[in-house]
């Protein structure tokens, strides 16, 4: 049996000591802007006293909820602003009286959500309405204290009709932006749940506070409908939730990575709300895209990126960066009790060359359509990862990420060809001839050696048929030297630009070809 291909995720970066981990959590916290949780939801609540006023004429309930938030002290504010359906009921009215057009949740309904709004606040209830009818043994993470940190609860599926105006208005919302149900946790999920939170809070324990207090709702789903092939998944409009695949929840390691991922999304969209991190426009169709080299294409341009996922995912994986880091230098003294680390994470290296590449694309691609906020956040961001990437790539590569990409997909093909009844001999025959051929052109274009040429021959099976699993091992094993040399000597090669360009064109097409064949499924 041929060795398996090279898995990149398993490259683990050199890692700075511990006194400047804790500095970079340190940094990530306290900034004034970017990073003082405190700060960003005072700015949020700011934002949406705002709102409520300018839609008092209409909705003279949102009048009397701004007045009544006025008077009340930030703490407070705090909590009822961080009600997922109470947001959504101002970001929908807002659309609805500036356009005219019906968008979510409806304005009668608005106004009653917003009723009730002033009514749990007058009342001293902690919180926000959504979540007042789950039970205790509901909380995750956090609760109410004297700096105003929300809980985080997990969903519990309200009984059929929905038990509040709330929970009925959550559902429409879903229904309206995934289309497809949430579970309800039993036991031994929410000690998982408990168990992810527990592990994260060991490896950044402040991190995981102020990411977390961005979150009032944490809903798992089941792997049906839209819920099909995600993990986990969060919004800009469905703001103070997210959602994590119940299937996939085992895993502490998988799962602490997977919550800070999607709470720092929530982080960086209530950031958002009020500061200026976008310029006016960036979404329109003509405006510039950044390729996320290591997602597969596909015929919607999903992997093509607008400047606010740009951002948002950089936002994410410096951090994630950190968490890696930490968890691989503590990952003896926990294995005892969270097991061995595995594949369940993305990998310190893998995080820092991601999030090294948007920053630079964010620079070169993204800056006209940034606002003065997302511009000096991009310039603090890889600031920061400057200070955890100690055996830094030259600036511009990327054939790392493409490869990354492909030795991933080479796993799912072998899994894929296992198989009984898989046929598609000629095509895959094919597909070996093109990979081999791209791999000697680009080795050809950077001027490597006879001897690195004549390691990529491709091989035949059994019956005389070019061997594409084992074409694209030797495809990895001759293109990743070149991949993670961090001299800037290829990059400068007159040859590089072409080498690039005919390495991407393999791995994308490739991917397309995987795709029609159904193996990106395996």
Request: net charge neutral; proline share 6%; with cysteine.
């Amino acid at each position: 049996m041929q060795a398996a291909p090279p898995r990149l995720s398993e490259l683990r970066a050199a890692a700075p000591d511990a006194a400047v981990l804790d500095a970079v959590e340190t940094a990530l916290l306290r900034h004034r802007a970017f990073g003082d949780s405190l700060y960003i939801r005072d700015r949020l609540a700011v934002s949406y006293r705002r709102r409520l006023h300018k839609l008092r004429a209409a909705l003279p309930q949102a009048g009397l909820l701004a007045d009544l938030l006025d008077r009340t002290p930030a703490v407070r504010q705090r909590q009822l602003i961080g009600d997922t359906v109470l947001r959504c009921a101002v970001q929908h009215a807002m659309r609805q009286l500036a356009l005219g057009d019906a968008y979510g949740l409806p304005l009668p309904q608005c106004g009653a959500l917003f009723g009730l709004a002033a009514e749990h606040l007058r009342q001293c209830r902690p919180g926000g309405p959504l979540v007042a009818h789950l039970p205790p043994e509901a909380i995750l993470a956090g609760g109410a204290d004297g700096n105003g940190a929300q809980a985080t609860y997990v969903w519990r599926q309200p009984a059929v009709p929905p038990a509040t105006p709330y929970a009925a208005a959550f559902l429409a919302v879903m229904e309206e932006n995934y289309g497809a149900p949430l579970s309800t946790p039993g036991a031994s999920e929410m000690a998982m749940l408990r168990r992810g939170v527990q592990l994260l809070d060991a490896l950044l324990p402040r991190l995981t506070r102020s990411a977390l207090s961005h979150v009032q709702l944490l809903a798992l789903f089941p792997r049906v409908g839209t819920w099909c092939g995600k993990a986990s998944s969060s919004q800009f409009r469905v703001n103070g939730a997210i959602f994590l695949n119940q299937e996939l929840i085992g895993n502490p390691w998988w799962l602490a990575e997977h919550l800070l991922h999607e709470a720092l999304h929530q982080k960086l969209y209530d950031f958002r709300h009020g500061h200026s991190l976008l310029a006016p426009g960036y979404e329109r169709d003509e405006a510039s895209r950044v390729c996320s080299l290591w997602n597969a294409p596909d015929d919607s341009g999903s992997h093509y990126w607008d400047a606010h996922r740009t951002l948002a995912a950089c936002h994410v994986y410096v951090q994630l960066a950190l968490l890696c880091l930490q968890a691989e230098r503590q990952e003896e003294r926990l294995a005892g009790t969270y097991g061995p680390i595995g594949s369940h994470m993305s990998g310190s290296r893998r995080a820092i060359d991601r999030a090294r590449y948007l920053g630079e694309q964010l620079r070169e691609v993204s800056w006209p359509v940034l606002g003065a906020a997302g511009r000096q956040m991009s310039n603090w961001l890889l600031a920061v990862l400057d200070e955890l990437d100690v055996e830094r790539r030259p600036p511009g590569a990327s054939l790392h990420l493409l490869l990354d990409l492909y030795a991933r997909q080479s796993r799912k093909l072998d899994v894929f060809l296992i198989r009984p009844g898989i046929l598609h001999a000629d095509t895959l025959a094919q597909q070996a001839r093109q990979e081999v051929n791209a791999a000697r052109a680009a080795l050809q274009a950077l001027g490597e050696d006879d001897e690195r040429l004549a390691a990529v021959t491709g091989t035949t099976d059994a019956q005389g048929m070019p061997d594409w699993p084992q074409a694209r091992r030797q495809v990895l094993q001759a293109l990743l030297p070149l991949a993670q040399d961090r001299s800037e000597e290829n990059l400068k090669k007159d040859g590089y630009p072409q080498a690039h360009d005919i390495v991407r064109q393999m791995v994308q097409q490739s991917s397309r070809q995987l795709a029609a064949l159904g193996a990106l499924g395996a």
